[in-house]
């Protein structure tokens, strides 16, 4: 299978800041020869999910990717760290710091952060504060990373008040996708990473989204072709929308469909596993159309479309089928306080007229707010 290379642009001049997204399979073999005009004899700091490393490689793709970044640059050290949503915090970030710091980078140095949309996060983040901000890497190891967290810019780690809520903009040099990696995945996580490719199509491209809800049996048996498909195609409407509002004045702030309710989720979780992103994102999303059809922007068929689609997909969909986790109404309430779309402490919410066309809710109306989650919790 021919590998596909696109460029995401940050201006709407393509010679201005942007970088390519290579998307293929098989890949990671030749990743030195691929990013050579990145790496060429830099000194090179790779931060790697620490299931990945030499003695015990589910994919056996990590050392050939590493012996082949050796043949480009003779400096590469390896830092590992645990993947998992409880390694993105502030602890870990000076961990990690430290660790780099030791090796004597220079501002030429490159981070290469692979892994899943954890280590990108993290590792991004390291790199736009070491030195005041050194270039990075992205190698997405989890579906999840491939068509969303890897391409963009934003970096960050979680803190106990909330999630993302410490971290910068700071964009990669280039993204290396291999879909081959994919193949250890579980298939929780494969399915979580599913979640934020339906949110595309939601959010402005109904055509995708018929595709996919024809398609996803298909996706979800790992069919090659199809999976880079929906890899190129989600990174290019993600890649649409950066292009336009970098550092999410409105229209950035669609990509976050379902993320209001999912962050207080996964917050009441504490990021311990019991519920991961892509299934709070997928109870997000539901609960977002619901809304919207409540408040009377979007029909109960368009709305039932979207709730079918995440229940084929074996995603939660609602929030009682969360078992293990307690909260009220007003826990939920407080949580939305802290999110990052809120203005001059109204409350905004990214709600749907229909599917493919999202819209940014601002001041959004607390006592409905409080009448929905009474129905939902
Ligand atoms: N920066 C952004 O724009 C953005 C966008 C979306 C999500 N995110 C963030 O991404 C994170 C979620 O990313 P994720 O779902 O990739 O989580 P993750 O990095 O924790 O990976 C999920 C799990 O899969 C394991 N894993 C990784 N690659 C694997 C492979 N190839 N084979 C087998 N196991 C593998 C990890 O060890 C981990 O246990 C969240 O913190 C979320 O906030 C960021
Ligand atoms: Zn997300």
Same mark, same amino acid.
């Given at each position: 299978?021919?590998?596909?290379?696109?460029?995401?642009?940050?201006?709407? #001049? &393509?010679?201005?800041?942007?970088?390519? /997204?290579?998307?293929?399979?098989?890949?990671?073999? %030749?990743?030195?020869?691929? =990013?050579?005009?990145?790496?060429?004899?830099k000194k090179i700091i790779v931060i790697h999910d620490s299931i990945f490393s030499f003695n015990n490689d589910p994919s056996n793709l990590f050392e050939r990717f590493i012996q082949s970044i050796k043949k480009i640059t003779?400096?590469?050290?390896?830092?590992?760290?645990?993947?998992?949503?409880?390694?993105?915090?502030?602890?870990?970030?000076?961990?990690?710091?430290?660790?780099?710091?030791?090796?004597?980078?220079?501002?030429?140095?490159?981070?290469?952060?692979?892994?899943?949309?954890?280590?990108? #996060? &993290?590792?991004?983040?390291?790199?736009? /504060?070491?030195?005041?901000?050194?270039?990075?890497? %992205?190698?997405?190891?989890? =579906?999840?990373?491939?068509?969303?967290?890897s391409v963009g810019g934003k970096t960050g780690i979680n803190t106990k008040i909330g999630k993302n809520l410490i971290g910068s903009f700071h964009q990669p040099l280039a993204v290396l996708a291999d879909i081959n990696i994919l193949k250890t995945l579980s298939e929780r996580e494969f399915r979580a990473g599913f979640a934020e490719v339906i949110k595309y199509g939601l959010i402005k491209d109904f055509t995708f989204f018929n595709w996919l809800a024809q398609e996803h049996k298909n996706i979800l048996?790992?069919?090659?072709?199809?999976?880079?498909? &929906?890899?190129?195609?989600?990174?290019? /409407?993600?890649?649409e929308i950066i292009k336009n509002d970098e550092k999410e004045g409105a229209e950035r702030a669609l990509l976050n469909l379902g993320h209001t309710f999912a962050?207080?989720?996964?917050?009441?979780?504490?990021?311990?596993g019991r519920i991961i992103h892509g299934e709070a994102v997928s109870i997000g999303i539901c609960l977002a159309f619901k809304l919207s059809n409540k408040l009377s922007f979007c029909s109960r068929t368009d709305t039932e479309k979207v709730i079918n689609i995440f229940q084929k997909s074996k995603l939660p969909t609602s929030l009682r089928e969360i078992k293990n986790l307690s909260f009220s109404v007003s826990e939920m309430m407080e949580k939305f306080k802290y999110d990052k779309k809120n203005r001059q402490n109204k409350l905004t919410f990214i709600l749907n007229k229909k599917i493919g066309e999202s819209f940014v809710k601002y001041n959004m109306d607390v006592d409905v707010l409080v009448e929905f989650l009474n129905e939902e919790i």
């Open positions: 299978m021919k590998s596909k290379i696109f460029n995401v642009s940050l201006t709407r #001049d &393509i010679t201005k800041l942007s970088y390519p /997204i290579i998307v293929g399979d098989d890949l990671l073999r %030749q990743g030195g020869e691929i =990013l050579k005009e990145f790496i060429y004899k003779s400096s590469v050290k390896l830092i590992d760290i645990p993947g998992g949503d409880q390694t993105k915090n502030i602890e870990q970030l000076n961990k990690i710091i430290e660790k780099v710091l030791a090796y004597k980078i220079d501002r030429q140095s490159v981070i290469i952060a692979f892994g899943g949309g954890v280590v990108g #996060d &993290i590792a991004g983040f390291a790199a736009s /504060i070491l030195l005041r901000g050194i270039n990075f890497i %992205q190698v997405p190891s989890t =579906l999840l990373s491939q068509v969303d967290s048996n790992h069919d090659k072709e199809k999976l880079q498909t &929906i890899i190129t195609k989600s990174c290019q /409407i993600k890649a962050h207080a989720i996964e917050s009441f979780g504490n990021y311990d």
